[in-house]
């Protein structure tokens, strides 16, 4: 059974930080590209962030870029994360993680490409 569990979102002032957090079963971790999607209110999920299988290629979207960094440990914790830095009010949505449905997979930004997908975690971020 794969389970990804989010975690790390909260209400922050724009401007702040956060750094979320994606713990995911061992043995369907390592080996998947992984990737951060949001949905605000209203409207769809939009992509964010991917990564790919081994850690060395990663994706943004134009939004995030250059503010947000993904990242993944897959020796030790078997955890992704996305740091989240100068936050902006937009960026306010719910963010899912999700795992790549076949092996080796670099990063994608097309949700058609993962198979599993986490409960979600609240951002909020205030003006």
């Known amino acids: 059974q794969v389970q990804l569990v989010e975690s790390g979102g909260g209400l922050v002032q724009a401007g702040g930080s956060l750094r979320l957090s994606c713990a995911a079963s061992p043995r369907t971790f390592s080996n998947y590209g992984m990737g951060w999607f949001r949905q605000a209110p209203g409207k769809e999920r939009d992509f964010v962030a991917a990564?790919?299988?081994?850690?060395?290629?990663?994706?943004y979207a134009d939004s995030v870029k250059g503010r947000f960094t993904i990242s993944r440990d897959n020796a030790n914790k078997v955890t992704m994360y996305l740091q989240m830095n100068s936050l902006k009010p937009e960026d306010t949505a719910v963010y899912y993680c999700?795992?790549?449905?076949?092996?080796?997979?670099?990063?994608?930004?097309?949700?058609?490409?993962?198979?599993?997908w986490g409960q979600g975690t609240q951002v909020t971020v205030s003006s």
């Open positions: 999700a795992r790549s449905g076949d092996p080796w997979q670099r990063p994608s930004r097309a949700e058609s490409r993962y198979n599993y």
């Open positions: 990564i790919g299988w081994s850690g060395a290629d990663t994706d």
